[in-house]
């Protein structure tokens, strides 16, 4: 079974417009994390929230984390084609070692000119 | 700087066989972790090592074995194929373990087993 879950699990939008996608996961969390992934290639790292951060912004990139909820969200801002991919959310959860990532099933989102 | 390289980007291999992927993490980087991603899913944690030992292992057969080399590169073993085991293996480096950073993806290798 997959810790995290994004939500939902394809967004198609258009140039200039933001998109926003959710993850939840079930156990608690050392840091959550983001990354990219284009057409089956290697994950590209966006941004890491430790547990005790609320927000924290990269570029266009926003992400928050509720740890009371257990949730993450990922904004980007001002889509650009380029964008287009799937976005995957990644729970650090190990009590003994950092680094061992749980994925969640990824959103995959389309960005049309 | 280099990133994390893998080899052989493709693979094709028949039921019951033997493969062996490689790794090279980014210049500096001590620690190598493997990751199973089958299509449509996210991908699945398999190893983890650091400074040539193994430190976390993920839920997966005994045919699935690695090793960490004295210069960090890492191979990664699957005896007796199955056809499920037909996936995007991707490494990742990172410069410690048990600290959170970010990990560093290499391309994969992409595995068909027939």
């Known amino acids: 079974s997959q810790q995290g879950e994004e939500d939902p699990q394809a967004l198609s939008i258009q140039e200039g417009e933001n998109a926003t996608m959710n993850c939840s996961y079930k156990t608690s969390i050392n840091n959550l994390q983001w990354y990219r992934q284009n057409s089956g290639r290697g994950l590209v790292h966006l941004i890491l929230?430790?547990?005790?951060?609320r927000e924290k912004h990269s570029g266009r990139l926003r992400v928050t984390l509720d740890t009371s909820k257990k949730s993450s969200s990922l904004l980007i801002t001002a889509s650009r084609a380029a964008d287009t991919a799937s976005y995957f959310c990644?729970?650090?959860?190990?009590?003994?070692?950092?680094?061992?990532?749980?994925f969640g099933a990824g959103t995959q989102v389309v960005v049309t000119p | 700087d280099a990133g994390v390289t893998q080899s052989p980007t493709h693979l094709i291999k028949t039921r019951g066989q033997q493969v062996t992927l490689r790794c090279s993490p980014i210049?500096?980087?001590?620690?190598v972790s493997w990751y199973q991603q089958v299509l449509g899913q996210g991908p699945q944690f398999i190893f983890q090592y650091y400074e040539k030992e193994e430190r976390g292992r993920g839920n997966f057969p005994d045919r699935f074995s690695a090793r960490q080399f004295p210069n960090y590169s890492s191979e990664l073993n699957v005896n007796a194929l199955l056809l499920g085991d037909s996936a995007l293996y991707l490494c990742a480096s990172s410069l410690l373990a048990g600290f959170p950073e970010t990990q560093y993806f290499g391309p994969g290798t992409r595995l068909l087993v027939l």
């Open positions: 929230i430790r547990s005790n951060e």
């Open positions: 210049s500096g980087h001590k620690s």
């Open positions: 990644a729970t650090d959860v190990a009590t003994d070692s950092w680094g061992k990532l749980q």
